[in-house]
């Protein structure tokens, strides 16, 4: 993911700065107010919103005005649930942030106490739900890691852009343990595995059915074999091989 290095460096000064603020405010264990605050500034340091014009809390749900949301050429492009800094994050805090941004198209959520970003995709699938796309612990960002400057781009307004968040979802669908076990047992692979076993014995009798059973019974691990992200993903996988 290229990020423009203006972006960069405000990473390195912003980021140091609310890792103080952060820590100071876990200190005191100030309120959600006081929190909202900080997650404000954060989105105009940090992130590149104007805190005037893109950060805004006027948006309601069922009767209760969401905490944040971000509004960029006159859409949302994420909503934001913000909760006290020393209070854990549980899914039951997206509920109405949810159900409102199904109701209204918005894609994204974020939950976040100021240190913890948790950021969720709104999924219309067969059950409403908020499904996982990465976690940003604000007090253990290294602006060394490549992955924590990526998590970082995908929120600001500069990545908005070039749709960073979506092409970063496309990734982490399709670079994670249930894609390659998928693609690991694929005919095609299965069968290159058993051609590479007869070069090391040419008299070497093996079937691909062998193979196969050697990686479903005790290469793959069986928690991964059992999950639904494994099953859909061999179904992606052979359609892919299809085409």
């Known amino acids: 993911m290229r990020i423009p290095k203006k972006v960069e460096e405000r990473f390195s000064t912003s980021v140091t700065k609310f890792k103080r603020v952060l820590k100071k405010a876990l200190d005191k264990d100030v309120n959600e ?17 104007d805190k005037y014009e893109e950060v805004t809390s006027e948006y309601q749900i069922k009767h209760q005005f969401c905490d944040l949301a971000i509004k960029v050429n006159n859409q949302i492009r994420f909503l934001i649930e913000v909760k006290a800094i020393g209070i854990g994050l549980k899914d039951n805090h997206l509920d109405q942030a949810l159900t409102y941004g199904a109701k209204e198209g918005i894609d994204w959520i974020i939950l976040t106490n100021g240190i913890m970003w948790d950021v969720y995709k709104v999924s219309m699938g067969q059950n409403l739900a908020a499904v996982p796309l990465c976690s940003i ?7 060394r890691d490549e992955e924590n400057k990526n998590s970082l781009f995908i929120l600001c307004k500069e990545g908005l852009t070039s749709d960073a968040i979506a092409e970063f979802h496309e990734r ?23 051609l590479q076993l007869r070069k090391l014995s040419s008299g070497l009798k093996i079937s691909n059915e062998e193979v196969a059973e050697i990686l479903m019974e005790e290469v793959i691990k069986r928690d991964i074999l059992d999950d639904d992200h494994f099953k859909k993903a061999k179904t992606k996988v052979k359609r892919a091989n299809g085409k």
């Open 33 to 49: 107010s006081d929190t909202v605050a900080i997650v404000t500034d954060i989105l105009a340091e940090v992130f590149g919103y």
């Open 137 to 143: 612990n604000f007090l253990e960002l290294s602006m």
């Open 172 to 194: 982490v669908n399709l670079v994670n343990k249930y894609t390659i076990s998928a693609i690991i047992s694929n005919d095609s692979i299965v069968n290159s595995i058993r």
